[in-house]
């Protein structure tokens, strides 16, 4: 198996699409010539040109509109947002325009988009660009949520969600880019990974721990450390949340009796109260505690990196939830 970066899986997805398929095309802020402000776009334009690699101005509003329109007449744009707090200027776009087309036409019209960048907290980039919004686009019928945290679901949940009829956003852990997973090196390029099916990082007996995206890496460091104490944590990536994989989640939970949900974004209408719902209905006579959440605090994100850290989830917390549920302080 190769060893990749989540950027890389990521720029493997997209030219394997794109050289499979001439309908595909990229189109965002500097994802041509600059090769992308994540250099996830790094070298499609000299591979396709600028045809398929189209820079725009800085005008999300506009282009993810120009992407919608191509998308109904039968091109499968992949419009990138420098990061998804932008994508909050766009969204008339997505929420009135992509997701509800299909239904609005009476099926005369699929939107076959995907609209991905980073998302979440990076590293001291301030309250206006480190907002997990997932739970914006996961309350919206009509689209697609994915969140993957590895390099090789990168690289399989793109590549589906390029080749789905239907509206994607896909949000990429802003500070994941760098991160290394083993991918195989398929020999037909068609290592896809199904949009809707979660994946269990680590095999546990003593509770679950459900996160996505970065906090998947958070909940694997706090199931190493509860190891030491005889703890053995079941950590289950959702990787899409919205369909989101209610049956892998529910068996998961049943068979450990416990379960702790860390997310990044905020505690108020966060996508973690729509899983602990999901559970409790599914696993009420299993669960042997309520459910814990970890968020991060209810605050916008401040810039001074020792208060960023105190307001993001860290290993420290999840640990603590675990103890909580277990009655163990």
């Known amino acids: 198996m190769a060893v990749i970066s989540y950027r890389e899986a990521l720029n493997q997805a997209m030219r394997e699409e794109m050289e499979r398929d001439p309908n595909v095309f990229v189109m965002g802020e500097e994802v041509g010539h600059y090769n992308g402000a994540y250099k996830v776009t790094q070298g499609l334009l000299q591979r396709f040109s600028e045809r398929r690699i189209v820079d725009a101005p800085i005008a999300e509003m506009g282009f993810a509109g120009i992407g919608v329109g191509a998308a109904m007449v039968g091109l499968r744009p992949i419009i990138e947002f420098m990061t998804f707090n932008f994508s909050l200027v766009a969204i008339d776009q997505i929420v009135n325009n992509a997701a509800k087309i299909y239904q609005m036409s009476g099926g005369q019209y699929n939107i076959p988009i995907v609209?991905?960048?980073?998302?979440?907290?990076?590293?001291?980039?301030?309250?206006?660009?480190?907002?997990?919004?997932?739970?914006?686009?996961?309350?919206?019928?009509g689209l697609k949520v994915v969140m993957p945290s590895t390099a090789l679901d990168a690289k399989g949940l793109l590549k589906s969600?390029?080749?789905?009829?239907?509206?994607?956003?896909?949000?990429?852990?802003?500070?994941?880019?760098?991160?290394?997973?083993?991918?195989?090196?398929?020999?037909?390029?068609?290592?896809?990974?199904?949009?809707?099916v979660a994946d269990i990082k680590r095999e546990g007996k003593d509770i679950t721990l459900i996160a996505w995206s970065k906090m998947v890496w958070t909940c694997l460091d706090a199931a190493k450390q509860l190891a030491e104490e005889g703890i053995e944590c079941e950590v289950v990536d959702p990787r899409t949340l919205r369909p989101l994989d209610v049956d892998t989640l529910a068996a998961s939970v049943n068979k450990t009796g416990r379960c702790v949900i860390v997310e990044v974004g905020w505690p108020v209408a966060g996508f973690g109260a729509e899983v602990a719902y999901q559970m409790q209905r599914h696993c009420m006579d299993a669960l042997d505690a309520p459910i814990e959440r970890v968020t991060s605090d209810d605050v916008p994100m401040p810039y001074a990196k020792n208060l960023e850290d105190e307001v993001q989830p860290q290993v420290h917390d999840v640990v603590a939830a675990v103890k909580r549920a277990l009655y163990l302080e």
């Open 115 to 141: 609209f991905r960048g980073p998302s979440g907290p990076a590293v001291q980039v301030g309250s206006q660009h480190s907002q997990a919004l997932e739970s914006y686009y996961a309350h919206v019928p």
């Open 161 to 196: 969600a390029i080749r789905d009829d239907n509206p994607v956003v896909f949000m990429e852990g802003e500070t994941l880019y760098n991160t290394t997973w083993e991918v195989p090196e398929s020999a037909t390029g068609d290592d896809l990974i199904p949009i809707g």
